[in-house]
């Protein structure tokens, strides 16, 4: 029972290009939430999706970042002219969804973005 | 009032010993407690979770305390070993009402058993 995959692992970019992260869910899971791990931070909530959704997108910068869930294939955070700021643990959890309403949230591995 | 503040920053603790973290909200909707252990360059593994409606749940040598009425809750890991070594982060998170699970983080303990 594969867990949740995100690809690729790291990701290294110049100053002004564009970056694309991907993240499969666990099977069977239709909820997918993104969250950002800075240098010696906690994880900050960016956006939450269902398939074809954007359900909560109130923790993404308002510029640059944009991110969808399609109906086929992974999800995907795209992140438009990189900074330096930019880098950091980028982290995808999937959830499933039950009529009893289930919480938990099962987390990638990550793909760890440097900008340069 | 969305803070979950978590403390200490940083704990020793020698093998065979009890590690104790401890976290603290403010707002009273959230109605899911997780726990989440990290290791250096992997993804965040749920470790235990509580809802509001019980005091204690224990998994193994993992436990947590929930007292609603001060709004904290705490890990303790009994019988530490060095395999615990990790980053533990409390969260917290509402669903009910329309609210969207997000998890809310605390800032993360480094947690170093000594052998």
């Known amino acids: 029972n594969a867990g949740v995959m995100q690809n690729p692992r790291h990701l290294v970019r110049r100053r002004g290009q564009e970056a694309r992260l991907r993240c499969s869910p666990m099977k069977g899971h239709s909820h997918v939430y993104w969250y950002r791990q800075l240098p010696e931070e906690g994880l900050k909530f960016m956006v939450y999706?269902?398939?074809?959704?954007?359900?909560?997108e109130s923790g993404m910068p308002k510029e640059r970042f944009s991110a969808e869930f399609p109906k086929e294939g992974p999800s995907i955070l795209r992140i438009q002219q990189v900074v330096r700021g930019d880098s950091a643990a980028y982290f995808c959890a999937s959830s499933p969804f039950t009529t009893s309403g289930s919480y938990e949230q099962y987390f990638g591995p990550g793909t760890r973005l440097t900008v340069t | 009032q969305q803070q979950v503040k978590q403390s200490p920053q940083s704990l020793i603790v020698q093998k065979g010993g009890i590690s104790i973290i401890n976290c603290a909200y403010e707002n009273t909707a959230f109605d899911y407690f997780p726990w989440y252990q990290q290791f250096p360059g992997k993804g965040p593994a749920l470790l235990i979770a509580?809802?509001?409606?019980?005091s204690e749940k224990k998994e193994g040598r993992f436990t947590i305390s929930f007292n609603k009425s001060a709004k904290q809750f705490s890990l303790h890991i009994m019988d530490s070993q060095p395999g615990d070594s990790a980053t533990y982060f409390c969260?917290?998170?509402?669903?009910?009402?329309?609210?969207?699970?997000?998890?809310?983080f605390g800032t993360g303990t480094l947690l170093a058993v000594q052998p």
């Open positions: 969260a917290a998170s509402r669903k009910g009402g329309g609210a969207t699970n997000k998890l809310i």
């Open positions: 509580i809802r509001p409606d019980v």
């Open positions: 999706l269902q398939k074809e959704n954007i359900i909560d």
